[in-house]
T-cell receptor
Framework: EPEVTQTPSHQVTQMGQEVILRCVPISNHLYFYWYRQILGQKVEFLVSFYNNEISEKSEIFDDQFSVERPDGSNFTLKIRSTKLEDSAMYFC?????????????FGPGTRLTVT | RKEVEQDPGPFNVPEGATVAFNCTYSNSASQSFFWYRQDCRKEPKLLMSVYSSGNEDGRFTAQLNRASQYISLLIRDSKLSDSATYLCVVSSGGYQKVTFGIGTKLQVIP
């Protein structure tokens, strides 16, 4: 069964550093998403991406965040200057966008720890 | 009012019991509805989409009441493996953002 993959599984970084989280969505999917989940809190939408551009973003997704699809398979989330409060689990998801409802399938997540 | 509201629980039920979770949402224009399950420190996994007519998948039944802006999930004959957090998810439509509830924790006890 096809699945979304994410790397790394755990990233530790110092405050102020840049991090790039990587995702490989399911191969025939057209819509891609990033979410975050702070420990003990709910899953929060960050951004959706379609046809090489952002289709929607939340208020969390400020100028320090960016997304990119550098090639036909990878989908990345960059955090330019990490803060302590960016420590969370980051999930990538994808959906095929062909049949409603647009069911999203999640990757295993990257645990980001900012020290 | 929260966009998606759930009772966080925990619900502790014996094996074999029937348990029901409810969820309310605030945006009347919401178009798509889902239940996901999440195991501790794992990703959300799609359990089922929720259709207006209600739908069933084995031991799981989901219902949607648009008038009351209310979604439910019924689990019959609970198994130990059903222990997880059940997330109510509401979408404004299409590929747009989805909003998650805080989740309801279920613990099935032997």
């Amino acid at each position: 069964e096809p699945e979304v993959t994410q790397t790394p599984s755990h990233q530790v970084t110092q405050m102020g550093q840049e991090v790039i989280l990587r995702c490989v969505p399911i191969s025939n999917h057209l819509y891609f998403y990033w979410y975050r989940q702070i420990l003990g809190q709910k899953v929060e939408f960050l951004v959706s991406f379609y046809n090489n551009e952002i289709s929607e973003k939340s208020e969390i997704f400020d100028d320090q965040f960016s997304v990119e699809r550098p090639d036909g398979s990878n989908f990345t989330l960059k955090i330019r200057s990490t803060k302590l409060e960016d420590s969370a689990m980051y999930f990538c998801a994808s959906s095929d966008g062909r049949d409603t409802p647009y069911e999203q399938y999640f990757g295993p997540g990257t645990r980001l720890t900012v020290t | 009012r929260k966009e998606v509201e759930q009772d966080p629980g925990p619900f502790n039920v014996p094996e074999g019991a029937t348990v029901a979770f409810n969820c309310t949402y605030s945006n009347s224009a919401s178009q798509s509805f889902f239940w996901y399950r999440q195991d501790c420190r794992k990703e959300p996994k799609l359990l089922m989409s929720v259709y207006s007519s209600g739908n069933e998948d084995g031991r799981f039944t989901a219902q949607l009441n648009r008038a009351s802006q209310y979604i439910s999930l019924l689990i019959r004959d609970s198994k130990l493996s059903d222990s997880a957090t059940y997330l109510c998810v509401v979408s404004s439509g299409g590929y747009q953002k989805v909003t998650f509830g805080i989740g309801t924790k279920l613990q099935v006890i032997p």
